[in-house]
Antibody, heavy 119, light 111 residues
Framework: EVQLVESGGGLGQPGGSLRLSCAAS????????MNWVRQAPGKGLEWVSY????????YYADSVKGRFTMSRDNAKNSVSLQMNSLRAEDTAAYYC????????????WGQGTLVTVSS | QSVLTQPPSVSGAPGQRVTISCTGS?????????VHWYQQLPGTAPKLLIY???NRPSGVPDRFSGSKSGTSASLAITGLQPEDEADYYC???????????FGGGTKVTVL
């Protein structure tokens, strides 16, 4: 059974940092591209970042470019999102989501981890 | 402002048919990228509902169907059920952003 479990959410200070993690199980992790998608309270979904299966290629939404860094450890079946220079508008539930091979949709999602940026 | 445009809400009585539109542009749906749909029940993570325009994952009832034409797509729910009350999002890929784009979401209310 495919499982994605996020962790690391919590309260962050404006201008501060947080690191999110997503632990994957139930599939051959190193073959799949992964993403982070977020949802501000009461708002819609927003794609945040993408990482290739090898970890050599990443893409970011303009709203987080230069502040967030996505990485992965295929030996540990996990992806991370390093969030720096946090802003109030980064407050959201952050979901880890898998892309099926050679496709552009998200077939499995984690349960999400909530990030609140406030002083 | 979402890149893909959806109506904020639609409603219908049990058993009725409702449709949700999703309008994009020449850099996403109009460029030939497929459209996918997600259902989000209150307090839960999104769940894949329709992939590659019109395909249902295993376990999704056949009352859900999708289509795509030009720069738009639509999701239809035929025979609306109370458990279909949820938020629905369309999603595609955008070549100018090198990433995924979502619609703003549509809340379906069963009257």
């Amino acid at each position: 059974e495919v499982q994605l479990v996020e962790s690391g959410g919590g309260l962050g200070q404006p201008g501060g940092s947080l690191r999110l993690s997503c632990a994957a199980s139930g599939f051959i992790f190193s073959r799949y591209e992964m993403n982070w998608v977020r949802q501000a309270p009461g708002k819609g979904l927003e794609w945040v970042s993408y990482i290739s299966s090898s970890g050599n290629t990443m893409y970011y939404a303009d709203s987080v470019k230069g502040r967030f860094t996505m990485s992965r450890d295929n030996a540990k079946n996990s992806v991370s999102l390093q969030m720096n220079s946090l802003r109030a508008e980064d407050t959201a539930a952050y979901y880890c989501a898998r892309l099926p091979l050679a496709e552009y949709y998200f077939d499995y999602w984690g349960q999400g981890t909530l990030v609140t940026v406030s002083s | 402002q979402s890149v893909l445009t959806q109506p904020p809400s639609v409603s219908g009585a049990p058993g009725q048919r409702v449709t949700i539109s999703c309008t994009g542009s020449s850099s996403n749906i109009g460029a030939g990228y497929d459209v996918h749909w997600y259902q989000q029940l209150p307090g839960t993570a999104p769940k894949l509902l329709i992939y590659v325009n019109s395909n249902r994952p295993s376990g999704v009832p056949d009352r859900f169907s999708g289509s795509k034409s030009g720069t738009s797509a639509s999701l239809a729910i035929t025979g609306l059920q109370p458990e279909d009350e949820a938020d629905y999002y369309c999603q595609s890929h955008d070549s100018s952003l090198s990433g995924s784009v979502f619609g703003g979401g549509t809340k379906v209310t069963v009257l």
